[in-house]
C-alpha cells in the first residue's frame, strides 16, 4: 500500500462545478496536511494548509481532514478556467518528513 | 514569486556530462529539499539538507550529489548524465522548524540529448 493515495484523473468539469479532490493515506503520524496547485510545467504553489483534524476554508477553497478515516479533501466552489492544474497532497509528521500524493489533474471547461 | 530562487531555468545538455542545479531557499528558511519530476510523474524526493548538513535521503542516485553552503543556498550536482534524467528538478525549503509547509521554487528544466 502506497502511503499516500490520490485518484490522478484526469477530471473534467464545467465551468461553475463545485470540485472534490481528495487523499487517503496510511501513516497516523501525519499531523500536518497540504494542497498545492501545480501548471503545467510550473513549481507547485502552496493552496490550503491544515493542522490535524476539521475544516479550513479560504475563498472559493475548502480543505477538509479526518484523521479517524485518514482522508483528505478539497472541494472548490464555482470552479473556473483558470483552476484548471494539477492538484497535490502533501502531508507531513512532526519531523521533516514530506509525502506527496501523484496528483489530479482536473481540467475546468468554459 | 514564491522567495526560492533556483538556476538555471533551463538547461539542454549531452549524455554523459555533468551539471549542477543551485537553489537559494526563502528568507529564513533552514531547509532545502530537491525533488525530481518527470515528465507527468509525481514529485520524487531526492534529498535534504537543513542548515548545512544533511537529513534526509530519498530515491537519489549516486550520480547525483548535493550541498548546502553555510549561506544555505544549495547546489545538486548531476553526472554522467542519461536520457532519462531529463526532468524538472525542484527546490523547495522550509522554515526547519515551526510552520511544516514547503515552499517551491520554480524548478530547472533538464534536457538530456
Known amino acids: 500500500q502506497k502511503e499516500v493515495e490520490q485518484d490522478p484523473g484526469p477530471l473534467s468539469v464545467p465551468e461553475g462545478a463545485i470540485v472534490s479532490l481528495n487523499c487517503t493515506y496510511s501513516?497516523?503520524?501525519?499531523?500536518?496536511f497540504m494542497w498545492y496547485r501545480q501548471y503545467s510545467r510550473k513549481g507547485p504553489e502552496l493552496l490550503m494548509y491544515?493542522?490535524?483534524?476539521g475544516n479550513k476554508e479560504d475563498g472559493r477553497f475548502t480543505a477538509q481532514v479526518d484523521k479517524s478515516s485518514k482522508y483528505i479533501s478539497l472541494f472548490i466552489r464555482d470552479s473556473q478556467p483558470s483552476d484548471s492544474a494539477t492538484y497535490l497532497c502533501a502531508m507531513n509528521d512532526y519531523g521533516q518528513n514530506f509525502v506527496f500524493g501523484p496528483g489530479t489533474r482536473l481540467s475546468v471547461l468554459p | 514569486d514564491s522567495g526560492v530562487t533556483q538556476t538555471p531555468k533551463h538547461l539542454i545538455t549531452a549524455t554523459g556530462q555533468r551539471v549542477t542545479l543551485r537553489c537559494s531557499p526563502r528568507?529564513?528558511?533552514?531547509?532545502v529539499y530537491w525533488y525530481q519530476q518527470s515528465l507527468d510523474q509525481g514529485l520524487q524526493f531526492l534529498i535534504q539538507y537543513y542548515n548545512g548538513e544533511e537529513r534526509a535521503k530519498g530515491n537519489i542516485l549516486e550520480r547525483f550529489s548535493a550541498q548546502q553552503f553555510p549561506d544555505l543556498h544549495s547546489e545538486l550536482n548531476l553526472s554522467s548524465l542519461e536520457l532519462g534524467d531529463s526532468a524538472l528538478y525542484f527546490c523547495a525549503s522550509s522554515p526547519g522548524s515551526g510552520a511544516n509547509v514547503l515552499t517551491f521554487g520554480a524548478g530547472s528544466r533538464l534536457t538530456v540529448l
Open positions: 491544515t493542522y490535524s483534524s
Open positions: 501513516n497516523s503520524a501525519f499531523q500536518y
Open positions: 528568507s529564513g528558511d533552514l531547509s
